[in-house]
């Protein structure tokens, strides 16, 4: 299984950010998908998730409105679109799946909300 984030970067307050998650070495469509985040010195939270199917989708409170999240079964990628960004979006995000009971992660992808 490997997991590869891209897409991050520095951002303006209010500003935009599409982050992608490429996946390989499994059946990506017959899996959820999710994002999570880490700020310096706070735990792992999750952000978003998305069912193999793409049917459902769920947020944290603090990104609701302003994230989405989606995949692309036939180019086994699955995207974050980040509007209104905030100062506390600032993180290190990372892309996630679990394969037979195992949790893979890709290395992350540093995005920072600064003026």
């Known amino acids: 299984v490997q997991i590869v984030e891209s897409g991050g970067g520095l951002v303006q307050p209010g500003g935009s950010l599409r982050l992608s998650c490429a996946a390989s070495g499994f059946t990506f469509s017959a899996h959820d998908m999710s994002w999570y985040r880490q700020a310096p010195g706070k735990e792992r939270e999750l952000v978003a998730g998305i069912t193999s199917a793409g049917g459902r989708r769920n947020y944290a409170d603090s990104v609701k409105g302003r994230f989405t999240i989606s995949r692309d079964n036939t180019k086994n990628t699955v995207y974050l679109q980040m509007n209104s960004l905030k100062p506390e979006d600032t993180a290190v995000y990372y892309c996630?799946?679990?394969?037979?009971?195992?949790?893979?992660w890709g290395q992350g992808t540093q995005v920072t909300v600064s003026s």
């Open positions: 996630h799946t679990t394969v037979y009971y195992q949790n893979y």
